[in-house]
């Protein structure tokens, strides 16, 4: 369970030969944010009695909890970020095609979106409806206004200085979509802070970009509740040697791949797993895509990534208070 729990003992039971000898006393298990008894659930199990190892009845054993708020909202599924893309790709490309003064990043994020859905399952919960989005190194932004077209509050990270067009093509997508999303500029290589928490964070193709891949991952673990991750992998040396195994990161020389002087760390598919493990992530589902087992972190025509759904670790709080992690 997620929430805060206390036990209170309740009146004793009436013993009986189906319920055991004992006269022990059951507890009701409530998380605090109620006393009065109003929007409870109970849940009925049996459980074994400690003082005589009875399996007791289930009316002993009423658990008696206020209904959580964010499990009663409703939620945003993968098959619906799925069937809402085509249609929402078509729209920007429409309303884009309307401008000329704005060098638009060549490649869209929304091709993001079908990958994903080839590995995470249709029923998966990616944010309560009406949730919080943070889109971190966005481009344009088309990931990050695919989410606010499904009502989603987002808020858009990036660096100006390292954006493909000084994050004109962010402003102007949100001007056409008349949904204006709330940028935040920042260099989150040398670390950052976040005013607000969000139930989703968006960290796609970013990470090798970043001197500091461990920094950003935790500073975003302390204020997201799940993260979809992807970034360039590499599972051979460019002297061919396999590294897929071994958690490892290559370091990149300045414009060693894609002529990119931004390009840093590629990390092995083990190495880049064991990274986001200790910055306070625990994976629940993982691909890898591209020249799997072929890749090579410098060459473009073996490029391999891999893709990530991670939700943060219940102690994130103490992730700046030591390293057990």
């Not at 002993?60 to 599924?77: D, G, K």
């Not at 093509?169 to 940028?183: I, N, Y």
């Not at 599972?235 to 990161?249: C, D, K, N």
């Given at each position: 369970?997620?929430?805060?729990?206390?036990?209170?003992?309740?009146?004793?039971?009436?013993?009986?030969?189906?319920?055991?000898?004992?006269?022990?006393?059951?507890?009701?298990?409530?998380?605090?944010?109620?006393?009065?008894?109003?929007?409870?659930?109970?849940?009925?199990?049996?459980?074994?009695?400690?003082?005589?190892?009875?399996?007791?009845?289930?009316?002993?054993?009423?658990?008696?909890?206020?209904?959580?708020?964010?499990?009663?909202?409703?939620?945003?599924?993968?098959?619906?970020?799925?069937?809402?893309?085509p249609a929402f790709r078509r729209q920007l490309?429409?309303?884009?095609?309307?401008?000329?003064?704005?060098?638009?990043?060549?490649?869209?994020?929304?091709?993001?979106?079908?990958?994903?859905?080839?590995?995470?399952?249709?029923?998966?919960?990616?944010?309560?409806?009406?949730?919080?989005?943070?889109?971190?190194?966005?481009?344009?932004g088309d990931m990050g206004f695919l989410f606010?077209?499904?009502?989603?509050?987002?808020?858009?990270?990036?660096?100006?200085?390292?954006?493909?067009?000084?994050?004109?093509?962010?402003?102007?997508?949100?001007?056409?979509?008349?949904?204006?999303?709330?940028?935040?500029?920042?260099?989150?290589?040398?670390?950052?802070?976040?005013?607000?928490?969000?139930?989703?964070?968006?960290?796609?193709?970013?990470?090798?970009?970043?001197?500091?891949?461990?920094?950003?991952?935790?500073?975003?673990?302390?204020?997201?509740?799940?993260?979809?991750?992807?970034?360039?992998?590499?599972?051979?040396?460019?002297?061919?040697?396999?590294?897929?195994?071994?958690?490892?990161?290559?370091?990149?020389?300045?414009r060693e791949a894609n002529g990119d002087p931004?390009?840093?760390?590629?990390?092995?598919?083990?190495?880049?797993?064991?990274?986001?493990?200790?910055?306070?992530?625990?994976?629940?589902?993982?691909?890898?895509?591209?020249?799997?087992?072929?890749?090579?972190?410098?060459?473009?025509?073996?490029?391999?990534?891999?893709?990530?759904?991670?939700?943060?670790?219940?102690?994130?709080?103490?992730?700046?208070?030591?390293?057990?992690?």
């Open positions: 369970m997620s929430e805060r729990w206390r036990l209170r003992r309740v009146n004793p039971l009436d013993t009986d030969s189906a319920a055991g000898p004992c006269a022990s006393q059951p507890f009701e298990l409530h998380n605090g944010a109620r006393s009065d008894g109003v929007n409870t659930a109970k849940l009925v199990v049996p459980y074994v009695c400690s003082p005589c190892m009875h399996l007791c009845s289930p009316a002993a054993t009423s658990i008696v909890n206020p209904l959580p708020e964010s499990r009663t909202r409703p939620t945003m599924q993968m098959s619906e970020l799925t069937a809402a893309e490309a429409a309303l884009r095609a309307t401008v000329s003064d704005v060098r638009w990043y060549p490649y869209t994020s929304l091709n993001n979106v079908p990958i994903l859905a080839g590995f995470l399952p249709g029923t998966l919960e990616l944010t309560p409806s009406a949730g919080s989005v943070l889109d971190v190194g966005a481009a344009d606010q077209s499904m009502g989603c509050s987002v808020d858009f990270l990036d660096n100006a200085a390292t954006n493909f067009n000084d994050c004109e093509g962010l402003r102007r997508t949100a001007a056409l979509l008349g949904k204006p999303g709330s940028l935040i500029q920042r260099d989150i290589d040398w670390g950052f802070e976040l005013e607000r928490d969000y139930d989703l964070v968006l960290f796609l193709g970013t990470l090798y970009h970043l001197r500091n891949p461990a920094l950003a991952l935790i500073r975003l673990a302390q204020r997201c509740r799940r993260a979809l991750i992807s970034t360039k992998v590499a599972s051979q040396l460019p002297t061919g040697e396999s590294i897929a195994h071994s958690a490892v990161a290559y370091l990149l020389d300045r931004t390009n840093y760390f590629v990390f092995s598919p083990a190495g880049l797993e064991r990274l986001v493990r200790r910055c306070g992530w625990k994976v629940l589902h993982a691909q890898r895509v591209g020249a799997v087992g072929r890749s090579d972190p410098a060459a473009n025509d073996r490029d391999e990534r891999m893709f990530l759904f991670c939700e943060r670790v219940e102690n994130h709080a103490d992730l700046d208070k030591h390293h057990d992690f």
